[in-house]
């Protein structure tokens, strides 16, 4: 294959990630107006069915395509807690899309690959170069203009809530990081993560069940096939494409959140909101651009 054909063969494959990025973002953004949706029903109810909708989609391909569940006994311990803090995070973010504006929620969500490069170095012992560090503080002055902490903001501790959703998922992606170093594969992950999820708040729902009618169960079986949606996107975004060239566009959700927040509900965030979202996107969009660049040098230097 000739240079000129391989570079386009490259930026399709880069356009194909793109667009499933901001699929799996549009995905994600619907799953939390349908959680929000759903009524008055305890966050950890919501959060079942959305992880047994994902638990049975990620065990059909599982049995198709035969791939085996056995985990190596090294892996073990990190794939407890990628399902623990993975679990964590989901129930955090629930509860935030339930107390807060459906893009405030969805913004402090996102905080977690700030949460993962601080967890990288700590667990991985992955170095920190300073330029990533002044991203992490510019992402995390923007997450309190979106929490706004006060004694006068009743919104506070579900504010709280929902960075704790983003230190949780952070913790989870490094896992899933040190994971993949072992070979286990992706829909085995997504499976014993999800199923794990369900199985851990078995016992709350037996006790504390809230009942609900069909409109209320089929708007939470919707939040959990959008949220397999948007894993299942995402993880394809990843074949076409790496991280650094398209995980950018994820914060498309911001967009989708806040007009479907305003369609769906009236929902319009406070300027403060609105520069704190600024403030993150630019965080990450400056890491973005960084990392193409020291790429770009990289391969310069392979010449």
């Not at 759903?38 to 109810?45: C, E, H, K, N, R």
């Not at 992490?136 to 960075?163: D, E, I, R, Y």
């Not at 989708?256 to 520069?275: C, H, K, N, Q, W």
Request: with cysteine; proline share 3%; net charge positive.
């Amino acid at each position: 294959m000739s240079q000129g054909k391989m570079s386009g063969f490259k930026q399709d494959n880069t356009m194909r990630g793109v667009l499933m990025i901001i699929l799996s973002a549009f995905c994600f953004a619907c799953m939390n107006v349908l959680v929000r949706l759903a009524g008055d029903i305890p966050s950890v109810q919501k959060s079942f069915f959305r992880n047994l909708v994902a638990a049975v989609f990620a065990g059909a391909i599982l049995w198709k395509e035969r791939v085996p569940v056995q985990i190596k006994k090294e892996a073990r311990l990190s794939l407890g807690a990628r399902c623990l803090f993975g679990t964590i995070g989901i129930l955090c973010n629930f509860y935030a899309v339930d107390h807060l504006l459906v893009a405030d929620a969805s913004i402090l969500n996102k905080l977690s690959p700030f949460f993962a490069i601080i967890f990288s170095y700590l667990l991985l012992k992955e170095r920190i170069a300073f330029f990533q560090a002044v991203c992490v503080g510019a992402a995390f002055a923007g997450c309190l203009f979106v929490v706004k902490p006060g004694f006068q903001n009743t919104a506070l501790f579900p504010a709280m809530v929902g960075v704790c959703g983003g230190l949780g998922a952070g913790i989870a992606y490094t896992m899933v990081r040190r994971l993949g170093s072992m070979g286990v594969k992706g829909p085995v992950i997504v499976f014993y993560f999800s199923l794990s999820s369900c199985l851990v708040v078995v016992p709350w729902i037996m006790i504390h069940f809230t009942p609900m009618d069909l409109r209320q169960l089929m708007i939470l079986l919707m939040a959990g096939v959008c949220a397999a949606g948007g894993q299942f996107s995402i993880t394809v975004a990843y074949t076409y494409a790496p991280a650094r060239k398209i995980s950018i566009y994820d914060y498309s959700q911001i967009i989708f959140a806040t007009v479907l927040g305003y369609v769906m509900f009236g929902e319009i965030p406070d300027r403060y909101s609105f520069v704190g979202y600024a403030l993150i996107v630019a965080a990450s969009l400056a890491m973005f651009i960084h990392n193409r660049r020291a790429e770009r040098k990289t391969e310069e230097k392979k010449r």
